[in-house]
């Protein structure tokens, strides 16, 4: 591998995981009953590898193991350069990595390569392979090893759902971004990158409410939160902004996302917690937590609960189902997986949602942490017949294509052919006038826009693109 470029942002990130496993070595403070926990981790990054080692990468079903596929490469690479501290080998037990540099080049060009649901596999920012996501799992061992040290659940100091009825707006327009946290980068030769085109977007619209699904990256750090997340927003917004909880925000532990975006004043209304509701007209929109209670690998699967806690928000949202509104559930994890073979769910957080809203679905459910668009169709199989409390029949969407670069994957549009296609819609809209061969491979970026009046409810999605003037509408619904 040639030698990493480091910026300012990433050394920080770097002097600070190093920091946070140097303390741990010096006070000693390891505890055997983490310690196989945290291990199972290294394990797990094996099983990532040998997806690489066995030659066939580009021939398997795509599943999420297969982005860690140079893990731990990286990250012996990385402590042989002198950017990581070697305590991960000496005091953590981390494995040698079976990979060579020669294996790696002979499984694709640097050109890289679109997987089935979108994600791009290349060696450029924010693609799967750029080398930063390591810092990623670095931390997520940290916090394994030392669960002490993430930041503690918050509940909000107010109950919910309790506005005055004088004070529910009768409609509004709410944006909806997803996966959003990149902050600024050179994309190319672009002259502005996916995360400033989809604010600005937004900001052109003039939402009463915008709504971040989660993840600012690489780790959400309380440097990357401020720079990625708070540094691109207004300043002061005429509405309300929210945010939510996700997989990259608890690599740090949850305490970049609680200990400073949620303590700036232009959050203040959320209470510090990562969860909440919003009355508007008819509705009732809930956002969920599905990142802290979740127990499986670098929280890729998404929970609402687990037995160290969460049930107040299946008690939240038990609640909103028990008033005589519409349903809009807001999550960071998807509630449908895709497939080479088709939709599926997403067992555990499907599940807690169904099982709590029994025996009905939400009205409408937007999710992020896939990057692309995603329209389900209104009555597929994996709904089970099951609609609305109102008869009405669900609306399921992903809305995670706000900023890390995507393609036109393969699974996608397998779903959305046929007579009676999953999907309605998806994200394919190449990207104009490409200056480097991953944008060869690249769709465009956007955003959602619900407007509520009362119970109406119409839907938008926009693309936006350097080559446009503003959005574009590309999906919309009454």
Not at 336 to 349: D, F, P, R, V
Not at 354 to 373: E, F, M, Q, R, S
Request: glycine share 8%; hydrophobic share 35%.
């Amino acid at each position: 591998m040639s030698a990493y470029s480091i910026d300012l942002q990433s050394q920080a990130t770097f002097n600070d995981i190093n920091e946070k496993f140097e303390t741990a070595v010096a006070e000693k403070g390891h505890l055997l009953e983490t310690r196989k926990e945290a291990d199972h981790f290294w394990e797990y990054l094996k099983q990532c590898e040998s997806y690489l080692i066995g030659g066939k990468l580009k021939e398997l079903d795509y599943t999420h193991d297969m982005e860690n596929i140079l893990a731990l490469y990286h990250l012996n690479d990385l402590i042989d350069k002198g950017h990581l501290t070697p305590h991960l080998r000496t005091s953590f037990g981390l494995p040698a990595s079976e990979v060579t540099e020669e294996m790696f080049d002979e499984q694709w060009n640097l050109a890289g390569w679109v997987a089935g649901d979108g994600t791009i596999y290349a060696i450029s920012k924010y693609c799967q392979l750029d080398y930063k996501w390591t810092l990623v799992l670095a931390y997520y061992y940290y916090y394994k090893a030392y669960p002490e040290k993430k930041h503690p659940f918050v509940s909000p100091a107010q109950p919910l759902l309790n506005t005055p009825v004088d004070l529910i707006p009768p409609s509004a327009t709410i944006a909806i971004i997803g996966d959003w946290g990149t902050g600024k980068w050179e994309d190319g030769h672009s002259a502005k990158c996916p995360a400033e085109l989809v604010i600005e977007g937004v900001l052109s619209l003039q939402p009463d409410y915008i709504i971040h699904l989660g993840d600012v990256y690489y780790a959400g750090t309380e440097d990357e939160e401020k720079t990625n997340f708070l540094g691109m927003l207004a300043e002061s917004y005429p509405g309300k902004v929210y945010t939510m909880n996700s997989n990259h925000e608890m690599y740090d532990g949850a305490n970049g996302l609680m200990g400073t975006t949620l303590t700036d004043p232009r959050f203040a209304h959320q209470g510090g917690s990562t969860y909440f509701s919003l009355e508007i007209g008819d509705w009732i929109l809930v956002g969920l937590d599905s990142a802290y209670y979740d127990n499986s690998d670098l929280y890729m699967e998404g929970s609402l609960m687990n037995t160290q806690g969460g049930q107040e928000q299946l008690d939240l949202l038990k609640k909103a189902y028990n008033t005589n509104k519409q349903l809009l559930v807001l999550t960071h994890h998807n509630g449908i997986e895709i497939t080479k073979h088709g939709s599926k769910l997403n067992q555990t957080l499907w599940n807690q949602v169904a099982k709590t809203l029994t025996p009905h679905l939400p009205d409408a459910w937007y999710w992020g942490h896939v990057h692309n668009a995603v329209i389900y169709n209104d009555d597929i199989s994996v709904y089970g017949g099951k609609t609305a409390k109102n008869g009405n029949k669900p609306r399921m969407r992903c809305c995670g294509h706000a900023s890390i670069p995507n393609g036109n994957g393969s699974y996608l549009e397998r779903l959305s052919s046929g007579s009676n296609p999953d999907v309605e819609f998806y994200s394919k809209t190449d990207m104009q006038n490409p200056t480097t061969e991953v944008q060869k491979l690249r769709v465009l970026n956007g955003f959602a826009l619900i407007e509520i009046n009362g119970s109406d409810f119409s839907e938008s999605f926009y693309e936006v693109s350097n080559e446009y003037s503003g959005p574009k509408k590309v999906w919309y619904s009454n």
